[in-house]
T-cell receptor, first 116, second 113 residues
């Protein structure tokens, strides 16, 4: 498809398990963002890539969260030793240009993580 | 830091009613302002934007004007349709090419026939 693709769409994990969430951005898009959206809240910034470089990871809530984009295309968000407070929808978004110039991000449908 | 405040929801309107959704912001410098919409079962998508004071963004009958004096970017539509039922998010982007979007909490709009 032509849009941002995320997998899995739904993930249930037991507390303490590690999870990996994948994002396939639109082909050729330079910028890639990860956001966390708790129930009833707006998306909260986690981290930002420009090609393969992670330029901003100030939103990652703890060192259990790690993101990579090794070839400047697909990105993976990894959460180690999941906790109940990690339950949320994780959104990936990409942008053709440097996002701050246009503000237009293309979002995937998100990966809903539930930690039991 | 930057922040966006949206009015509390949800909002329920009858078809053809007038819509206003309030949004105010706090930011340093000169942010760009956006409204994003999330239709049921779909990802967030850009509805409209304004990049400087007094600019008006418009799309699909929706409008919002960047008011620097009141730090506001209220969304309006003269006559809503059932198909406008969605969650609406106000957002801002700080100054700079690598700046990120900061979102409000969102508000759910339901339009009944």
């Amino acid at each position: 498809g032509a849009g941002v693709s995320q997998s899995p769409r739904y993930k249930v994990a037991k507390r303490g398990q590690d999870v990996a969430l994948r994002c396939d951005p639109i082909s050729g898009h330079v910028s890639l963002f990860w956001y966390q959206q708790a129930l009833g809240q707006g998306p909260e910034f986690l981290t930002y890539f420009q090609n393969e470089a992670q330029l901003d990871k100030s939103g990652l809530p703890s060192d259990r969260f790690f993101a990579e984009r090794p070839e400047g295309s697909v990105s993976t968000l990894k959460i180690q030793r999941t906790q109940q407070e990690d339950s949320a929808v994780y959104l990936c978004a990409s942008s053709l240009f440097l996002a701050g110039l246009t503000g237009e991000l293309f979002f995937g449908e998100g990966s809903r993580l539930t930690v039991l | 830091g930057d922040s966006v405040t949206q009015m509390e929801g949800p909002v329920t309107l009858s078809e053809e009613a007038f819509l206003t959704i309030n949004c105010t912001y706090t930011a340093t410098g000169y942010p760009s302002l956006f409204w994003y919409v999330q239709y049921p079962g779909e990802g967030l998508q850009l509805l409209l934007k304004a990049t400087k004071a007094d600019d008006k963004g418009s799309n699909k009958g929706f409008e919002a004007t960047y008011r620097k004096e009141t730090t506001s970017f209220h969304l309006e539509k003269g006559s809503v349709q059932v198909s406008d039922s969605a969650v609406y998010f106000c957002a801002l982007s700080g100054f700079g090419a690598n700046s990120k979007l900061t979102f409000g909490k969102g508000i759910t709009l339901s339009v009944r026939p």
